[in-house]
């Protein structure tokens, strides 16, 4: 029973266009999302986050949407560069779960010079 | 200020054997949580302390896994017996506030 779900496993863009992540989730109860990014051998960082209340959050060339009607979110980064080629991870929360995080299975980017 | 430290990067035992698996936190962070991933799929949760108190233990699979956090510090994750399916890479994370996540590098497990 997966809770969210990010259904592309991978996304190959060119350098300088934009790049969309897509999660879904399933649970009504969560309220807070968090986009991480993860390079080989290393743990995942923190990237954007996005509360229910809101719809949108921008921070720099990241940009978060929720549609909650959809249980939907989305990550856009532009324009994309090499350096941002890692696996993202969609992450959500919610009150009755305290902060634990359940997460997306992920989303490998590639980055095309 | 020192990130979260994992030790050991990387670990490969024999089914049937123990492995300690050792976190120390970002200083001051009282929340300290064990995240693992397998066969690289999701990233699930095991467990959350604060301080030296489980607040959460719900994501443990199973009575094999024994973690402590001594004296509220750093924090211990043992497998006894490890088994072929606890194969996989184990992240430590600490937070001082909600969800201020910052997370080890991991340690890689695996059984053989």
């Known amino acids: 029973d997966q809770q969210v779900k990010q259904n592309s496993p991978s996304l190959s863009v060119q350098e300088g266009r934009i790049s969309i992540l897509n999660c879904d989730y399933t649970n009504s109860m969560f309220d807070y999302f968090l986009w991480y ?7 995942p960082t923190f990237l954007i ?8 959050n921008e921070d720099g060339r990241f940009t978060v ?5 959809a249980k939907h979110l989305s990550l856009h980064i532009v324009p994309s560069q090499p350096g941002d080629s890692a696996v993202y991870f969609c992450a959500a929360s919610g009150r009755a779960a305290g902060n634990k995080l359940t997460f997306g299975g992920g989303t490998r980017v590639l980055v095309k010079p | 200020e020192a990130g979260v430290t994992q030790f050991p990067s990387h670990s490969v035992i024999e089914k049937g054997q123990t492995v300690t698996l050792r976190c120390d936190p970002i200083s001051g962070h009282d929340n300290l949580y064990w995240y693992r991933r397998v066969m690289g799929k999701e990233i699930k949760f095991l467990l959350h302390f604060v301080k030296e108190s489980k607040q959460d233990e719900s994501g443990m699979p199973n009575n094999r896994f024994l973690a402590e956090r001594t004296g509220g510090t750093y924090s211990t994750l043992k497998v006894q017996p490890a088994e072929l399916e606890d194969s996989g890479v184990y992240f430590c994370a600490s937070s001082q506030a ?6 080890g590098s991991g340690t890689r497990l695996t059984v053989v």
């Open chain 1, 37 to 43: 990014k993860k390079y080989p051998a290393e743990g």
């Open chain 1, 65 to 69: 949407f929720l549609n909650k009607s």
């Open chain 2, 98 to 103: 909600y969800y201020g996540y910052t997370f």
């Open chain 1, 49 to 56: 986050s996005i509360s229910s209340i809101k719809d949108k």
